[in-house]
């Protein structure tokens, strides 16, 4: 009955992606692409002040100006109530969100909207916002995380009161959250060996490389269109619905081809203000951040701070884990504490687990979900400390992370048993794996880490509509961001047992498909999937009621094979195989059209785990690092397009490599941010890396039909501690703080020089 | 929002009466990867732009009678790149001109624009002043040269008076035993601005020692230097470690650099010496191969 002993014809291969043609030839349409008759320009004045009351704004002036058709503030914004509110990536607070994209009382970052103008032309509506004239009062700012926390500190919200702890006073800290397996105190005494060590991380940006666009339309009466690049049109509309006080009936959101947003398109941020403009300008307004905005303005993922303590038998079984894990959240409360503290030490069977964190204000962006949001910050400190751990001990660190693996039934610190999953098996092929085993050079080293994330479902809705030719098209309503068209053609063209290339895959609107949750949590080729494939099967039900009406049989005597609906046994009758083509083109005699459907809310998503081995050659006078080889394996559940599995995971171990070697956020001394584009907020560049060697594990989820897990997201968890082992074990430097830059590295080579020689 | 002139004279005189005429706010366009940049960043406001372009002069690549080059200011990098000649004289100024970006900044790239650019951290220009190139200047009062290393006077600064501007360089004949070098440093491997560089070229005689030098560091101090002691303490010796170590210390002593988001001050001083080093290791290499 297993699915998994199936023979499938197409899941599993590598066909061309149904966007592929239009991606490569430019065709594609991506959000500055798209454009209407009579459309004017928007753009942003945007504080200059990292924390600041804004004491008043003058437009009048802007609004004087030939060409300006509209001008906004938050004075256009109705205020929003202070209660948490289940939307977009985890709970909404709108009182936050209407601030965040338009600020109020006060300019909490560097780069926080104040104000709009929409124009005839961009350089109309820039010279507008110079003539808006704000009336600023600076106030003390905070960037970094411990420093927020300390008494004194400059406090953002002096009404903030925060959750899961007491504190006297106004203060930055927005919540607490804490997570306890077993009893840590026995833990340690049952331990051998225990090590504490402090980490600290830097925030970093998504860096997807097509920077926030969108086009927004009110008519007359009061109904909306927007186009935009996002992760979640359904989520667009609920936030723009909730803050403009519009009924979800008026707007409709088209999502655009995206170019990336590995989480930092779930939010809003230009939507609700080029809908407002428009209303108020009785035009399409058109909106399109710079770099530099992108930079400024929109969600990084937290930096962190933590503290771990890990105790351990001298055999090598981890008795006991503490961790603090204190993330910053940028101006408004939402850092990834809750899910960082439990992803710490899920790949591991650890009875004594306590691990608490920390959700801080500061004066930056408010952070936005990046690829499983929160993990790799306290992996970062995990994976480091238990490279420590097995060098104390002497024993292989994969080996005692083999020691010490989760399996199925072992209870994760943070409350589940886990079901089939595959941690084991990576390390497994690790050991194995001839990357583990090959020559290393003078300064060069090696490192490993492991990594785990939840993964989600959620709300899906899927259409299947059966063309009178015998083609079929798939509606889904997830903007496509990593290949998952090709995974729902493909999955829809084995259940309807038709080519590939005759399923035609589309993401609709929102007034065009049922609800789905955003493109994130790893969840579209999981959860979409899994409506795609019900739709499908719902098709088939109705072919083989087809062909039952045509033979005259009933329908329970009809089954679907190879895409032809066949005489279930011979008692049924002897009738020739009807092929879908052949139903299809006989629907309007026997009922009318096929359209298969299916919506629910998909539960049972497989966590996924992975472990990396990455190599790197340390100069040991530049404190340059370079990355030899990286071999990233991962239990992908099934690889339904094998291609675009290894893409998330080469993808996704990438900008965990420059997360670990050289992206940081550089503030100068009034709180501004001093790189605001690529050139200095280094993400790699082609030539920085090697080809990453994925390595595809398949541990099929059971709660699939085809066994799908999520991938997208934990092959970003273990890079940062696999390159800090790796040149712990090439230079005898144990890197704490990220990112391990040159300078920073030099800075730490030097330090060990000086202390060796004094020794 | 206000309209800019562009303007693309044939003749040096054209040009240069155009740079007087337009009230100091005048820009030459050459390859344009860093003037065209700085125009869409609002770095910059020209009311007349001029490009040189179709200026013979400007365009021109000649090996000359004596081994030495011409090298019109708005030659792009990929040009020189292509011809084996000056890459086999001068490895050292043509990696360090091909480091300038990517393939297709390298089809527009120009010498005088990074020089003139006057980004301490140029990369051509540290292996320029090693490799003795000078810069051949028209203006109002006619034609002068210049050592390369006296045309920048500061972070976007240049010399050149109103009205003037490079029209080509001379890059000397290679001497004999000669050999230079280019290597900076930058955290990525690719599409970035040196940290450090430093432009080597030296010579040796037959039993190896070295007979001149010239080593020149950029993105350490305001402007290129040209680090005086670091060649007195090579020259005479084989590069023996004690040499090295005097050429490595002399480089940081010449180090005036900035903190900024690209390196500390310790950082470049540090590796200011270390390039030193090993750029005159490969410089000696080049030339003990003649
Ligand atoms: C993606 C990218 C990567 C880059 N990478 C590097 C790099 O790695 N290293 C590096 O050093 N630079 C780099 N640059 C900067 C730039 O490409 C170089 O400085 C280049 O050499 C400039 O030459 P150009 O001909 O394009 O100059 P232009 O942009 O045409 O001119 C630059 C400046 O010099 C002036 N100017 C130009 N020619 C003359 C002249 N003959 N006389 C007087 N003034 C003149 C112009 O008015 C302008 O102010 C990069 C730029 C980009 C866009």
């Known amino acids: 009955?297993?699915?998994?002993?199936?023979?499938?014809?197409?899941?599993?291969?590598?066909?061309?992606?149904?966007?592929?043609?239009?991606?490569?030839?430019?065709?594609?349409?991506?959000?500055?692409?798209?454009?209407?008759?009579?459309?004017?320009?928007?753009?942003?004045?945007?504080?200059?002040?990292?924390?600041?009351i804004i004491k008043s704004i003058d437009t009048s002036k802007a609004e004087a100006l030939p060409g300006v058709k509209a001008v906004i503030t938050s004075k256009d914004f109705q205020e929003q109530p202070a209660e948490l509110k289940a939307a977009g990536e985890g709970m909404i607070n709108y009182r936050d969100m209407t601030r965040n994209v338009m600020a109020r009382e006060k300019a909490l970052y560097d780069g926080h909207a104040v104000a709009a103008v929409a124009a005839s032309?961009?350089?109309?509506?820039?010279?507008?916002l110079e003539l808006i004239s704000v009336d600023y009062e600076v106030l003390p700012h905070v960037i970094d995380v411990d420093e927020a926390m300390k008494e004194g500190a400059p406090i953002l919200h002096e009404e903030m009161v925060p959750s899961g702890m007491e504190v006297n006073g106004p203060t930055n800290i927005a919540k607490f959250v804490e997570f306890n397996l077993g009893d840590t105190k026995k833990g340690f005494e049952e331990a051998e060996v225990v090590i504490e060590r402090s980490y600290k991380t830097e925030a970093v940006h998504q860096g997807y490389i097509e920077p926030h666009a969108v086009v927004a339309s009110v008519a007359e009466d009061g109904q909306a269109q927007i186009w935009c690049c996002t992760q979640g049109q359904f989520q667009v509309r609920a936030f723009v619905a909730q803050l403009l006080g519009m009924p979800a009936s008026s707007i409709r959101v088209t999502p655009s081809e995206i170019g990336g947003g590995f989480g930092g398109k779930t939010v809003v941020y230009l939507e609700p203000l080029a809908t407002l403009l428009s209303k108020k300008a009785g035009k399409p307004v058109k909106m399109i951040m710079t770099r530099e905005e992108v930079f400024r303005a929109s969600g990084p993922t937290s930096g962190g701070s933590m503290t771990y303590k890990i105790g351990a038998t001298k055999a090598g079984k981890i008795t006991a884990v503490e961790a603090t894990i204190k993330l910053l959240a940028g101006a408004f409360a939402g850092a990834p504490a809750g899910p960082a503290c439990m992803c710490a030490v899920a790949p591991y069977d650890i009875k004594n687990v306590y691990v608490n964190g920390y959700d801080v204000v500061v004066n930056r962006p408010k952070v936005a979900a990046y690829r499983a949001p929160g993990a790799p910050i306290s992996a970062f400190g995990a994976e480091s400390i238990i490279d420590e751990l097995a060098k104390e001990l002497g024993i292989d660190p994969l080996e005692l992370r083999k020691l010490n693996a989760a399996k199925k039934g072992t209870q994760a610190a943070y409350g589940p048993t886990f079901r089939e999953i595959g941690y084991e098996e990576t390390v497994d092929i690790a050991m194995k794996h001839d990357h583990y085993s090959a020559p290393l050079g003078p300064n060069q080293g090696r490192g490993v880490a492991s990594g785990f994330w939840f993964n989600i479902g959620g709300e899906s809705s899927a259409t299947v509509n059966i063309n009178e030719d015998g083609t079929a098209v798939v509606i889904s309503g997830n903007p496509?961001?990593?290949?998952?068209?090709?995974?729902?053609?493909?999955?829809?063209?084995?259940?309807?047992g038709i080519d590939y290339d005759k399923v035609r895959p589309i993401i609709g609107d929102t007034a065009s498909?049922?609800?789905?949750?955003?493109?994130?949590?790893?969840?579209?080729?999981?959860?979409?999937?899994?409506?795609?494939?019900?739709a499908a099967k719902d098709a088939v039900r109705q072919l083989c009621e087809r062909a039952a009406k045509i033979w005259e049989v009933d329908a329970e005597g009809v089954i679907w094979e190879n895409g032809h609906a066949k005489p279930a046994s011979t008692n049924v009758g002897d009738f020739e195989p009807l092929s879908l083509a052949n139903l299809a083109a006989q629907a309007p005699k026997t009922g009318g059209p096929i359209c298969g459907h299916n919506a629910q809310n998909v539960q049972g998503a497989g966590p996924g785990f992975a472990t990396h081995i990455c190599d790197v050659e340390v100069d040991p006078e530049t404190g340059s690092v370079s990355i030899l080889r990286y071999t990233a394996i991962q239990d992908v559940g099934r690889a339904i397009h094998p291609s675009y599995v290894e893409g998330q995971i080469q993808g996704g171990a990438a900008q965990g490599i420059g997360w670990a070697l050289n992206e940081e956020y550089i503030y100068n001394s009034k709180g501004q941010l001093d790189n605001p584009g690529f050139l200095d907020y280094r993400i790699p560049v082609a030539s920085d890396l090697p080809m990453i060697d994925a390595v595809m594990v398949e541990v099929p989820n059971d709660r699939h039909p085809y066994g799908v897990r999520g991938v997208g997201e934990v092959p970003i968890v273990p890079p940062m501690a696999a390159v800090a082992n790796a040149i712990e074990n090439a230079t005898g430097v144990r890197m704490s703080a990220l990112p391990m830059s040159p300078p920073r590295l030099l800075a730490a080579l030097d330090q060990a020089d000086i202390k060796e020689a004094a020794e | 929002m206000e309209s800019i002139e562009f303007q693309k004279p044939e003749t040096v005189d054209e040009a240069v009466k155009l740079l007087q005429g337009a009230d100091g706010n005048a820009k030459i366009l050459a390859g344009g990867t860093d003037l065209l940049v700085q125009l869409r960043a609002h770095m910059i406001d020209p009311s007349v732009i001029v490009d040189i372009k179709s200026i013979d002069e400007t365009r021109e690549l000649n090996k000359n009678a004596d081994g030495s080059y011409t090298i019109g200011a708005a030659v792009a990098g990929a040009e020189a790149h292509e011809r084996g000649d000056i890459t086999a004289?001068?490895?050292g100024v043509i990696e360090a001109w091909d480091l300038i970006g990517s393939t297709q900044i390298q089809g527009r790239a120009s010498l005088g624009g990074n020089l003139c650019n006057a980004s301490p951290a140029g990369d051509s220009v540290p292996a320029m002043v090693a490799a003795g190139m000078t810069a051949n200047i028209a203006g109002p009062d006619g034609r002068r040269t210049l050592?390369?290393?006296?045309?920048?006077?500061?972070p976007g600064k240049t010399n050149l008076k109103k009205g003037e501007f490079i029209v080509s360089f001379n890059l000397p004949a290679k001497p004999s035993n000669g050999g230079d070098a280019y290597l900076r440093l930058i955290p990525r491997t690719e599409m970035d601005i040196a940290v450090v560089g430093c432009g080597v070229a030296l010579t040796l005689d037959d039993s190896g020692t070295v007979t001149s030098a010239k080593v020149s560091l950029g993105a350490v101090a305001a402007t290129v230097l040209v680090v005086e002691d670091a060649a007195k303490a090579i020259i005479g010796s084989k590069l023996e470690p004690e040499a090295m170590s005097a050429l490595d210390a002399a480089c940081q002593a010449a180090c005036k650099p900035i903190d900024d988001k690209r390196g500390t001050v310790e950082y470049r001083t540090k590796v200011a010496g270390v390039l030193a080093r090993r750029a005159v290791s490969i410089a000696a290499e080049r030339a003990g191969k003649n």
């Open chain 1, 480 to 496: 496509d961001i990593g290949g998952s068209r090709a995974s729902l053609a493909l999955m829809a063209a084995e259940e309807l």
């Open chain 1, 1 to 52: 009955m297993s699915s998994d002993n199936r023979k499938y014809k197409w899941v599993g291969t590598r066909q061309i992606r149904p966007d592929g043609h239009d991606k490569v030839t430019g065709r594609a349409k991506f959000g500055s692409d798209f454009s209407l008759s009579g459309m004017i320009h928007g753009r942003v004045l945007r504080s200059p002040h990292a924390h600041a």
């Open chain 1, 121 to 128: 032309t961009v350089e109309v509506a820039e010279a507008a």
């Open chain 1, 513 to 534: 498909i049922g609800y789905n949750f955003l493109t994130g949590g790893s969840r579209v080729t999981f959860a979409t999937g899994l409506a795609v494939v019900e």
């Open chain 2, 147 to 154: 050592p390369v290393e006296e045309v920048t006077a500061g």
């Open chain 2, 89 to 91: 004289d001068w490895p």
